[in-house]
């Protein structure tokens, strides 16, 4: 018999699945802090350097950081049965935390809405949703 499509499908929706996701996307997110200084990090730094001055480059670097290690600690705590439930859910509290500063630093504080007009409206729109998405990711996976 062939199987269900509906039943192969479930599997990339489980929360094993998300968590691997959100995973891969923090450490991405890290590496091209680091390699490349572009990225999400990359925005969040020099938004935060412009609204409260200090080292662009730095806070970079720290945010690269943040990812990097929160994407290997998602990651691992998959394969790996060592790390406590307490840390786990401070860590994954954390990760929480970080992604919300970044959808009101990058979706809200830094947007002038008296300026955006046309297609810019989808953009943000887009932008917005995606950040949303993967926010709803963060609080699936919590335990």
Excluded: C
Excluded at 6 to 16: D, I, M, T
Excluded at 58 to 83: M, P
Excluded at 104 to 109: E, K, Q, R, T, Y
């Amino acid at each position: 018999m062939a199987k269900d499509p509906k039943a192969s499908l479930q599997a990339v929706a489980s929360k094993k699945s998300l968590q691997i996701l959100i995973a891969l996307l923090f450490v991405s997110m890290g590496i091209i802090g680091f390699t490349s200084g572009r990225g999400l990090g990359n925005q969040i730094s020099r938004e935060l350097s412009n609204m409260f001055g200090g080292d662009s480059e730095l806070l970079l670097y720290l945010i690269s950081t943040l990812q990097l290690v929160s994407g290997l600690f998602l990651g691992a705590q998959l394969f790996s049965n060592l790390i406590p439930d307490k840390i786990a859910k401070i860590a994954h509290l954390a990760i929480l935390i970080f992604w919300l500063a970044l959808i009101v630093i990058l979706d809200v504080l830094t947007i002038d809405f008296g300026r955006i007009s046309g297609s810019d409206w989808f953009t943000w729109i887009e932008q917005v949703v995606l950040h949303l998405i993967v926010l709803s990711g963060i609080v699936q996976i919590q335990k």
